[in-house]
C-alpha cells in the first residue's frame, strides 16, 4: 500500500512518511512526538490510546493511518488552549481522577466526546459511555465526578 503523506492532527497538517497499515497511535508516538495517547493492550480494549477523529472516540492503537484521511484527530495535546487547559482536564486535576494515570489521556478523551455529545450526562450515562476504558487503580467514581463537574462548569460557562 502506498505510503500516507499528510495528516492533520491537532488543528496543524504534518508531513509522515507511514505505511496506510500502520497504526495511528504508532505515527503519533514515533514521527509526531505526540506521546500522550499511551499503548496498553494493542488490541483496543484498554482504551489508554483514545484519540478523537472528526469528534468521536476511536482507539488508534488499531486504527490503520488511512482510516484517517483528512480527518481531524485530536490528541490529548490539543485539547488545551494556551495555558488554559479544557475544562475536563481542569476537572481531572479537582477531583483528582487519576493515580497511575496511563489511562488518564484516554479516558480524558472519551470523556471530551461525551461531553460533546450529551452536555449533561448521568452517572449511569457517564459509566455506559466510559465501558471501553479501564482504570485498574479504581479511580472509576472520581472519573465520573470529574466528567459531571466539567459537565457543570460548561453550562455556567453557557456552552
Do not use: W
Amino acid at each position: 500500500m502506498a505510503g500516507i503523506k499528510q495528516i492533520n492532527v491537532n488543528g496543524k497538517n504534518y508531513e509522515i512518511d507511514a505505511d496506510g497499515q500502520a497504526s495511528l497511535l504508532s505515527v503519533l508516538r514515533e514521527q509526531l512526538d505526540l506521546t500522550g495517547s499511551k499503548y496498553g493492550c494493542g488490541e483496543g480494549q484498554c482504551g489508554a490510546c483514545t484519540v478523537l477523529i472528526s469528534g468521536n472516540p476511536r482507539k488508534s492503537c488499531i486504527t490503520p493511518v488511512s482510516a484517517v484521511g483528512q480527518k481531524q484527530v485530536t490528541t490529548i495535546e490539543g485539547l488545551a488552549k494556551g495555558d488554559q487547559l479544557h475544562p475536563l482536564q481542569q476537572a481531572f486535576l479537582d477531583e483528582g481522577a487519576m493515580q497511575c494515570a496511563y489511562c488518564t489521556s484516554g479516558m480524558i478523551m472519551t470523556g471530551v466526546a461525551l461531553l460533546n455529545a450529551n452536555q449533561n450526562p448521568s452517572a449511569s450515562e457517564i459509566s455506559q459511555f466510559m465501558e471501553g476504558n479501564l482504570c485498574r487503580c479504581g479511580t472509576q467514581p472520581r472519573i465520573v465526578a470529574a466528567i459531571q463537574k466539567a459537565a457543570k462548569a460548561g453550562k455556567a460557562a453557557g456552552q
